[in-house]
Each structure stands twice: as structure tokens, then as C-alpha cells.
């Protein structure tokens, strides 16, 4: 598989290199500017929101897919991403772990059990990332489908701890999802793109990739 890699420089660019290792990556995307050896199947972007106009013009140039996880995405923005999905096929996640989408369909399936509780969510990352709340703590409230509170912590090094606490007068019941390493988000971006290459144009979750493209509610 040929790939476009928007961000090579950063941090998980290099995860997404090395992880993507058995793959031909022929074009790359930054703030140095673009370099190219050839037409990428799939595009993948783990960026900042500002990259996201530049790879949306490459990937119209090349006609390929898209895997994007870019998190801080106005709505705006992800509308253009979804747009997309009308000509080529486009993966979008907030977080490309498999544990945290499989927390996402936990909560869907369960969360309206405790209706009557309180919850509130909690999540650290590292002192670099801008965004907060965190995309995956935005993901998870949506998939609880209710209001509540979310706590963001912006310390050290960080890839992703975030925690669903529920509490009654005498109860408190947790769900937590930590990431030990930004490798883990790089092997799920590894499977999105193997899917997007070999699929129709559409707008694809992570969840879809895992449950082999069925839609998701």
C-alpha cells in the first residue's frame, strides 16, 4: 500500500512510520512543506485542525482515502471532512484505540442504566495538546448521550488516560481506558487505512473498521 502521511515530523508521524513500516510511504505533508514520490492510496492525518484545508486539497489531487484523526475539529471543518466522504472513503476518529471504541459501544449499550446517577468524565493527556476537552472525552459523552461534566489535565508526557465515573448516595462505579503508548493509535490507524483502500467511498467510523464496515448507530 502506498501512503501520504500529513504531519511526518511531529510525534506520531514517526509512530505512524514506524508502525506503517511494510507500507511505501510516497508523500509527505508539514510545516516544511510537501515532498513526493508517487500517488498515495490513503492519506493519513494526525495533525493540527490548520493542516486539515492543505490535506483535503491533496487528497482531491491524488483521488486516494483518508484516515484522520486530528482532533480540535470545528464543526465546520468536520462537516468538510464528512463532504468528502462523498467521493472518496474517509475513516474519522477521535481516537483510533481499539479499547476506547469498544468503550464508546459499552457505554451506548449500557449508560442507560444509570440514569439516575451522576457521571462525570476525567481525562489527562500530555502538556502539549491543545485541545480540551479531549475528542475521545467528547466521543464517549456523546455515546453515553447525556449532559455532564468533563475534566481535562494537560501534564507530562501522557498519551491518553480517561475515566466514565458514575455515583449514586451509596455506590461509585468507574470505567477507564489508558493508553501506555501513541503506538497503540498508530496500529489503528494502520487498520483504517488497510480498510480505506479497499473501500467504497462513505464516511467511516473506527467503530466501522473494527466491525468490518457495518453502519453504526
Known sequence: MKYGLVGASGRMGGEIRRIFSAHELCYTLDITGETGEGVP????????????????????RFSCS???????????????????GRSVPVVQS????????????ILR???????DWDV????????????APSGTAILLRDAL??????????MGGVPGDHSVIFASEGELFSLTHRAISRSVFAYGALRAAEF?????PGFYSFEEVLTCGRKTS
Request: hydrophobic letters at 45%.
Open 120 to 131: 462525570e468524565i476525567c481525562e489527562t493527556h500530555h502538556n502539549k495538546k491543545k485541545d
Open 196 to 200: 480505506a483502500a479497499a473501500a467504497q
Open 66 to 84: 483518508l484516515v484522520i484523526g486530528t482532533t480540535g475539529l470545528s464543526e465546520a471543518q468536520l462537516e468538510e471532512v464528512k463532504d468528502l
Open 145 to 154: 448521550g447525556r449532559d455532564c461534566p468533563a475534566h481535562s489535565l494537560r
Open 41 to 60: 492510496e490513503v492519506m493519513v492525518d494526525f495533525s493540527q485542525p490548520s493542516a486539515l484545508g492543505a490535506t483535503l486539497a491533496a487528497v482531491r
Open 109 to 115: 449499550e449500557f449508560g442507560p442504566l444509570f440514569a
Open 94 to 105: 477521535f481516537n483510533f484505540a481499539a479499547g476506547v471504541t469498544l468503550f464508546k459501544m
